[in-house]
């Protein structure tokens, strides 16, 4: 075990880790990565996502992620993320990390400025409001944001028909310049506090990716 791990073993109890960035980019991948190298180490880790993470936060992806971009207004999008996003804490995140676990999510409150804020053009300011209703004072303790182009990003999620799959659900089907948005709102969240956001290129191979995520946690 190296120096990180050891520290790990001592770090205070009950920690939330946001795994960040835009379609395509592998938060799925380096989210179990991250947990499992985090379970070696002795960390007790409950590996969860967004939209989703309990049953009816579940039922409530299913409406988010399915059929056409224009099938739902933007602040309908927003007010079912936001009513997902609560089941989520009550049921999984805040009883995990009352235990004392740590819990690694796939996105979490910053997709919801970056998507609905900087890629809808919803009032960024009404987001946070509504970000600190919800959460209260529950912040992250680490937020790491796979950063990579859309259009690679979108042609690893399958839409490039050379690859034999469309995209599946509604944020993938949008145009290539809403992705350029949340991913420019993505990295101003960042620039924005730096303490808590660490940006890694996802461009690189999942196992440098993956040791870069595992440093980020130090």
């Avoid at 207004?73 to 676990?101: C, K, Q, T």
């Avoid at 609905?116 to 409001?129: F, I």
Wanted: charged share 25%; aromatic share 4%; with cysteine.
């Amino acid at each position: 075990m190296d120096g990180l791990d050891d520290a790990l073993r001592r770090a205070q109890p009950g920690r939330l880790i946001a795994v960040e960035g835009g379609e395509g980019v592998g938060k799925s991948t380096q989210t179990r990565l991250l947990a499992a190298r985090l379970r070696e180490s002795g960390v007790s880790v409950v590996e969860t996502r967004e939209p989703g993470g309990c049953p009816m936060a579940e039922r409530i992806r299913a409406l988010l992620v399915t059929g056409r971009p224009e099938d739902l207004d933007s602040r309908a999008e927003w007010l079912l993320l936001m009513a997902a996003r609560v089941e989520h804490l009550r049921v999984v995140i805040r009883p995990a990390l009352a235990r004392g676990e740590w819990v690694v999510c796939d996105r979490f409150s910053d997709s919801t400025l970056a998507y609905q804020g900087y890629g809808r053009g919803l009032p960024l300011a009404e987001l946070v409001a509504m970000n600190r209703l919800v959460l209260g004072d529950l912040t992250p303790h680490r937020v790491v944001v796979l950063d990579l182009d859309p259009v690679a990003g979108l042609a690893r999620a399958g839409g490039d028909p050379g690859r034999g799959r469309l995209l599946e659900n509604r944020f993938e089907r949008e145009q290539v310049a809403f992705h350029q948005r949340v991913r420019g709102g993505f990295l101003a969240l960042a620039q924005a506090d730096p303490v808590r956001f660490r940006v890694i290129d996802a461009a690189l191979d999942p196992a440098r990716v993956a040791a870069a995520v595992w440093e980020a946690m130090g």
